[in-house]
C-alpha cells in the first residue's frame, strides 16, 4: 500500500484478464511517544515524536484543551516521525507543569498521553556506549533536570531497561542480552522530554571487570639482579585480549573496530 493517513482508502488492483479489484482499508492511526526542544535554523522548537502523524499537510495537537497547527511530518520515517511548533508561539509553561496531549490526524485521534514540561535541555553526556551483548549494567551520565526517578525511562532499540541510583546527573541502567551489533538506539525520556545515544554489543566484553593488585617485589640492599630462565615472563597459550581501534576515517570519529588477539607463544594471531 502507498504511504498515506486515514480512513476508508481504497487502491485498484488491475490483472491481465481485465478484471479490476478494489481494498478498502485505513491507516493505523497516530500514536505520541515522546518530546524534546531542539533549534533549527538558530530558531527552538517544540517536537513531539511518534508515528503515524500527517507528512502531506499540518498536524491539528491540543495540548491541555488548547489547539496548536503543529508541522507536517518532518525529520524521520514511517516508525519514527516527528511534527514540531515553534517556542516563540508556545505558551509560556513553568518547568514541571503537566501536558496532556492529543492529535488529530484525518480525523483519527491518538490516544492522550501526559508529558511534565521541562524547558531546560535534557542531555546524555556519553555519544556511544560500548557494552557486551550478553546483559548487565553500566551508568549514564548528563543534565536529567529532576530527581524524580519515576518520570524516567530508558529503551535500547524499544527493549525497556530497568533504572536504578538515580540522580539528576548519573543513574544505572540493566539491560537484557541482545544481539552483536552497531548503531543501537537508546532513548532517554525523562517527564516524556527525550535524549538520544548510540549503543553498540559487542562480543567479548564483560559489564563489570575487577583486577587484583600485583604484590610489589622487593630486593635485597646492595643486591643485583640477575638474569636467569626463571625471570621470563610466561603467557598462556588460550589468553585473549580485547584491542578497540579508533578508525579515523569513520564519519563518527568513534570505536567501531574491535578485535581479539590469541596469544600464543609461537603464533600471536589478530583476529577481527
Known amino acids: 500500500m502507498p504511504r498515506g493517513v486515514g480512513l476508508n482508502q481504497s487502491v485498484n488492483l488491475h490483472f491481465e484478464n481485465g478484471k479490476v479489484f478494489t481494498i478498502t482499508y485505513d491507516y493505523i492511526g497516530p500514536s505520541i511517544f515522546s518530546y524534546n526542544i531542539t533549534s533549527y535554523d538558530d530558531f527552538p522548537w517544540f517536537l513531539l515524536w511518534g508515528v503515524g502523524f500527517d507528512f502531506l499537510a499540518e498536524n491539528n495537537v491540543t495540548i491541555n484543551n488548547q489547539l496548536f497547527n503543529f508541522t507536517k511530518s518532518i525529520g524521520g520515517n514511517n516508525l519514527d516521525n516527528a511534527v514540531g511548533f515553534e517556542m516563540n508561539r508556545f505558551p509560556n509553561f513553568t518547568s514541571g507543569t503537566q501536558l496532556n496531549i492529543t492529535i488529530n ?71 537484557p542480552p541482545k544481539n552483536v551489533g552497531f548503531d543501537y538506539v537508546l532513548i532517554l525520556t525523562v517527564g516524556g522530554y527525550r535524549a538520544e545515544s548510540a549503543v553498540d554489543f559487542i562480543n567479548g566484553l564483560t559489564p563489570t571487570q575487577t583486577s587484583t593488585p600485583t604484590p610489589t617485589q622487593t630486593s635485597t640492599p646492595n643486591s643485583t639482579p640477575k638474569p636467569s630462565d626463571d625471570s621470563k615472563i610466561s603467557i598462556s597459550s588460550n589468553l585473549k585480549i580485547l584491542v578497540v581501534v579508533d578508525d579515523p576515517l569513520s564519519p563518527l570519529n568513534e570505536l567501531n573496530a574491535i578485535y581479539e588477539l590469541d596469544v600464543d607463544q609461537n603464533n600471536p594471531n589478530l583476529n577481527k
Open 105 to 175: 490526524v484525518a480525523n483519527q485521534i491518538s490516544d492522550q498521553v501526559t508529558f511534565y514540561y521541562f524547558p531546560q535541555s535534557i542531555n546524555i553526556t556519553e555519544k556511544k556506549f560500548i557494552l557486551s551483548y550478553s546483559g548487565g549494567s553500566f551508568e549514564i551520565n548528563g543534565a536529567f533536570i529532576t530527581n524524580d526517578a519515576s518520570l524516567v525511562f530508558v529503551t535500547i532499540n524499544g527493549t525497556q531497561c530497568s533504572i536504578s541510583s538515580y540522580t539528576n546527573t548519573r543513574f544505572t541502567i540493566t539491560y
